[in-house]
C-alpha cells in the first residue's frame, strides 16, 4: 500500500529566513511518524503544509493519491484530524457543540452523531456528564480529550498531533500519553505526532523523523538514532535529552 | 448679512455645548452656502427638489428660525391660516436662514418669516437690490413670494442704560464721540461683522478705545452692573425695555433695514397668501417688542402669538397639549430617531468591521473613513446633509446624520474584536474544515460578540445624546425643549428635554446590559 501521505521537494521560506529546505516525506498508512526536533526546526512548518494552513513555495504535497491544491483543500481537511497544544477549543460552545460542530456542518444525522459521540467518549475516557461544559470549565486534560474527540469525529484518515501534551502537568501527561496510544492501537490511526521530548516520541513512533534547522536530518528509531547517528546532531541531540531523563 | 449668527450666538452661549460651538461659527454656513450654490448650478437639484417637495398634499408648513421673534412670528402666522380655515403647522426653530430659504425652495416649507436686509444680502447676494419691489422681482425667479413689511425693522442698534443717557445727554450715536470714555461691551459677531463695529467705527468716527467682546446675554448683566456702558442689540429686543435702557438713534443711517416679512412659496393656495398678507402692517416695533416680552417672559411663545390676536382666539395645538402629551411624543420621536439610525449603524457597521478587520488598504479606509465622520461636529453635519436632495429638512437627514455617528464604535469593536481572536483558534477552525462563511457565522463573530455589543451600546448612547440636535432641522425629539429652553432662557423648559434624554441613556444602557446576558454566549461570560 503507498503512502498516505508524500511530500516531494517541498520548500518554504518566510520572509527572512527559509522555513523548510527541500524535504521529501512519505507518511506510512496505520503507522505513528513522530516528528522531533528543537524548537525553529521546522517540525510544525511541515504539519502546517499538510493541512493546508500554509503553501509550499515548491515541490507537492499528495494526500490519499490527491496533490493538496486550494480546490479540495476543505474537503481534505474533514479527512484530517488536527490536535493543537491548547486544545483549540471554541471557548464560546461547550464540549458537546466543539466536538459535533464538523458533524452538524457536513450534515450527518443525529442518531449517527450521538453513537458516534458515545464511542469517543468511551474511547477517549471522557465522562459525557462533562459535555455540556465550556471549555473554561474543564481541565487542561479534559480539555485534550474533548480536542482528540473534535479530531476524530469524522474519522480521519490522518491525524496530526501539533505537541498535543506540551501543556499539561506530568501525571496528567502520562495518563493521556498511555490513552494516546491504546486509541492509535485500536483504530489502527494513522498519525503524525509533533514533539520536542525523545521519551515520548520513543514512545509513540514506529518510525522518528529527526529534524533541524528546516532539514530532516535521519529517519528510523531512537536505536537508530542512538547507534547510527547520522551526524553530531544527532548524537547531540539524544544526549542532551538522555542526561535530563537519567537526573 | 447674517441672522443666523444672530440666532446661532445665543444659542451656543447658553448651552456651552462645544459641539454646537463650533457649528454655529462661520465655516459650516460658508460650506452650506458653498454646496447649494454648487449644487444650483451644476446638477439638476431643482428637479429633485420638486420630486421630493413633502408639502404640496399637507397642511401648509410654516417655518421660523431659531429664535424668539421668529418662534412668535411663526406661531402668528400658523393661527392666521387656521383661523383662515387653511390647515397648517409650524415646524419651529429649524435653524437659520440658508436652512429655511433651502427648504422654501425645496417645498418642505410653505412660508416663514424673513428680514429684508437678511434677503438680499443673505439670500440674493445683492447689495444692491435694496428697493422692496426689487427684492420680489428676484425673488419670483425662484418661485417664491413675499408680504409687504409686517410693519416694524428688527435691525442692530447701540443700547445704553437710559438714565447714564440722560445724565450724559446722549441721544443718537454720533453723541458718542463727544464721550471717549464709556466702555464698549459687544457681542462676537458684531466684533467680526461687515456691517458691525469697524465700519461702524470709521463711520461715525467714534473715538472708544475700551471694548470687549462678551456674550449676547451676558451683556445685559454686565450693563446692568456697569461693567460695561454700551452694548449691541437687536432693535426689538424686549430687554431693552425690561432693562430701561434706551436705543441710541443711528443718525447716519449706518445699518441697513430689516424690515420683517414673510417669504411664501407662490404656489401656495390663494387663499393662504390672502391670509398672510392680512399680516402686513399689523405690527410695529412697539408691539413687536410687547410681544416678545410676553414670549419671554412666561416663557412660552406661544402666549406671544396669543397676544397678537387680542381677541382671545383658542390658543394653538402646542399650547393645549399637556406636558406628559408633549413627553411621550418627545420621546417617541427621539427614539425613532435614534433607534432607526442604530438599526442602520449595525446593518452597516459590522459587514464594515469585518472588512476593516482583514486590514490593508481597504481596512484602513473603512477605520479612516469612520473616524473622520466622527470628527464633524454634529451640527456641521446635519448643516451639510441638508442642502443635498433627498435629505433637506427631513427626518432622513437627522437619522442619515446619526447613523454616520454611530458608525465608528461598531467598525471599529467588530474590527478589534475579531482581530483579537488568537491565532490557534482561527488556525482550528481553518483546519477543522469549515467553509469561510461558517467560520465567520458561527466562530469568528460569537468570539467577537462581546467587543461588537459593547461597540453598539456605545453607538446607541451616543444617538440618544446626539438626537437632541435633530430638533435644530425640526426633526423633533427631546431637542424640541433644550432649543426652545435655551432660546428662552428657561431652564426649566431645558431640564424637561435634558433629563428625558438624561434617563433615556441610562435605560438604554440597562437594556444593553441586559441583552450582554442574551446575545453573549455563556461560554465567553465564564
Not at chain 1, 138 to 166: F, H, I, N, T
Not at chain 1, 172 to 185: C, H, N, P, T, W
Request: glycine share 10%; charged share 20%; with cysteine.
Amino acid at each position: 500500500m503507498s503512502a498516505l501521505v508524500k511530500l516531494v521537494d517541498v520548500t518554504k521560506r518566510y520572509a527572512d529566513a527559509a522555513a523548510l529546505q527541500p524535504t521529501n516525506l512519505e507518511i506510512e498508512r496505520g503507522k505513528t511518524t513522530v516528528l522531533i526536533g528543537p524548537s525553529g526546526c521546522g517540525k510544525s512548518t511541515l504539519l502546517r503544509l499538510i493541512i493546508g494552513l500554509i503553501e509550499p513555495d515548491s515541490g507537492s504535497v499528495t494526500f490519499d493519491g490527491e496533490p493538496i491544491a486550494p480546490d479540495n483543500i476543505e474537503g481534505l481537511r474533514r479527512r484530517i484530524g488536527y490536535v493543537i497544544q491548547e486544545g483549540g477549543l471554541f471557548p464560546h460552545l461547550s464540549a458537546r457543540a466543539n466536538v459535533l460542530l464538523m458533524a452538524r456542518h457536513v450534515g450527518k444525522s443525529r442518531d449517527e452523531m450521538q453513537t458516534k459521540l458515545q464511542e469517543l467518549c468511551e474511547l477517549t475516557r471522557f465522562s459525557s456528564n462533562l459535555l455540556p461544559r465550556y471549555p473554561a470549565e474543564l481541565s487542561g486534560g479534559q480539555r485534550q480529550r474533548v480536542s482528540l474527540m473534535r479530531a476524530l469525529m469524522l474519522s480521519p484518515k490522518l491525524l496530526l498531533l501539533d505537541e498535543p501534551l506540551g501543556a499539561l502537568d506530568p501525571l496528567v501527561r502520562a495518563a493521556l500519553q498511555k490513552d494516546l496510544k491504546e486509541i492509535f492501537g485500536r483504530l489502527g490511526q494513522t498519525a503524525l505526532f509533533v514533539t520536542h521530548d525523545l521519551a515520548e516520541a520513543n514512545y509513540f513512533g514506529d518510525e522518528i523523523v529527526l529534524m533541524n534547522e528546516g532539514r530532516i536530518v535521519q529517519k528510523g528509531s531512537v536505536a537508530d538514532l542512538r547507534e547510527k547517528p547520522a551526524g553530531p546532531f544527532v548524537s547531540e541531540f539524544i544526549n542532551a535529552q538522555r542526561g535530563l531523563a537519567t537526573l | 448679512m447674517n441672522r443666523i449668527r444672530k440666532a446661532g450666538k445665543k444659542e451656543t452661549a447658553k448651552s456651552g455645548n462645544q459641539e454646537s460651538r463650533n457649528t454655529n461659527s462661520r465655516i459650516p454656513i460658508f460650506l452650506v452656502s458653498w454646496l447649494t450654490d454648487f449644487l444650483i448650478r451644476f446638477s439638476c437639484v431643482p428637479a429633485f427638489l420638486i420630486c421630493f417637495s413633502t408639502s404640496a398634499a399637507g397642511p401648509a408648513v410654516i417655518g421660523s428660525k431659531k429664535f424668539t421673534e421668529s418662534y412668535v412670528l411663526g406661531e402668528i402666522a400658523k393661527r392666521t391660516l387656521t383661523d383662515a380655515g387653511i390647515p397648517a403647522e409650524h415646524r419651529q426653530g429649524m435653524g437659520g436662514t440658508i436652512i429655511l430659504w433651502q427648504a422654501l425652495r425645496g417645498g418642505q416649507i410653505d412660508a416663514y418669516p424673513e428680514y429684508s436686509g437678511t434677503i438680499a444680502q443673505e439670500i440674493l447676494k445683492n447689495d444692491r437690490a435694496t428697493s422692496l419691489s426689487e427684492i420680489r422681482e428676484l425673488l419670483a425667479k425662484s418661485g417664491i413670494g413675499m408680504t409687504e413689511p409686517l410693519g416694524f425693522n428688527n435691525t442692530y442698534a447701540l443700547v445704553m442704560r437710559r438714565s447714564e443717557a440722560q445724565r450724559l445727554g446722549v441721544r443718537t450715536i454720533s453723541d458718542l464721540q463727544k464721550h471717549p470714555e464709556l466702555k464698549m461691551g459687544l457681542t462676537h459677531e458684531f466684533l467680526d461683522r461687515q456691517d458691525g463695529w469697524q465700519p461702524l467705527r470709521e463711520r461715525y468716527a467714534l473715538p472708544q478705545q475700551n471694548v470687549i467682546g462678551i456674550d449676547h446675554a451676558l451683556g445685559y448683566g454686565a450693563l446692568a452692573n456697569g461693567s460695561i456702558d454700551i452694548k449691541d442689540a437687536y432693535s426689538t429686543d424686549a430687554k431693552i425695555e425690561q432693562n430701561d435702557l434706551v436705543a441710541l438713534e443711528d443718525d447716519l443711517q449706518f445699518f441697513p433695514k430689516y424690515e420683517a416679512v414673510f417669504l411664501f412659496r407662490l404656489s401656495m393656495s390663494k387663499d393662504a397668501i390672502a391670509a398672510l398678507r392680512r399680516l402686513e402692517g399689523t405690527l410695529n416695533e412697539k408691539r413687536m417688542i410687547r410681544l416678545n416680552a410676553e414670549a419671554e417672559r412666561t416663557k412660552n411663545y406661544a402666549r406671544g402669538a396669543d397676544l397678537y390676536f387680542e381677541h382671545g382666539a383658542a390658543p394653538g395645538n402646542t399650547v393645549g397639549e399637556s406636558f406628559p402629551q408633549k413627553l411621550i411624543r418627545w420621546t417617541l420621536r427621539h427614539l425613532q430617531l435614534a433607534g432607526f439610525s442604530l438599526l442602520l449603524s449595525v446593518i452597516f457597521g459590522i459587514p464594515l468591521g469585518i472588512i476593516a478587520s482583514r486590514g490593508g488598504p481597504i481596512g484602513q479606509g473603512i477605520l479612516g473613513f469612520a473616524s473622520v465622520v466622527q470628527t464633524i461636529p454634529s451640527l456641521a453635519l446635519l448643516a451639510l446633509l441638508v442642502p443635498l436632495p433627498f435629505f433637506g429638512i427631513s427626518v432622513r437627514t437627522a437619522i442619515t446624520a446619526l447613523f454616520l455617528y454611530g458608525l465608528l464604535p461598531i467598525v471599529r469593536n467588530t474590527a478589534s474584536g475579531l482581530q483579537d481572536i488568537p491565532r490557534s483558534l482561527r488556525e482550528s477552525a481553518i483546519a477543522l474544515g469549515l467553509s469561510p462563511i461558517t467560520r465567520l457565522w458561527e466562530i469568528y463573530l460569537p468570539m467577537a460578540s462581546r467587543s461588537i455589543l459593547s461597540g453598539i451600546k456605545t453607538s446607541a448612547v451616543i444617538n440618544i445624546g446626539t438626537a437632541t440636535l435633530a430638533a435644530l432641522i425640526g426633526a423633533g425629539g427631546l431637542g424640541e425643549p433644550i432649543l426652545s429652553g435655551l432660546n428662552l432662557n428657561d431652564h426649566v423648559t431645558i431640564l424637561e428635554g435634558a433629563i428625558p434624554a438624561a434617563l433615556l441613556a441610562l435605560v438604554v444602557q440597562w437594556i444593553f446590559d441586559l441583552l450582554d446576558r442574551v446575545l453573549i454566549p455563556k461560554g465567553l461570560r465564564l
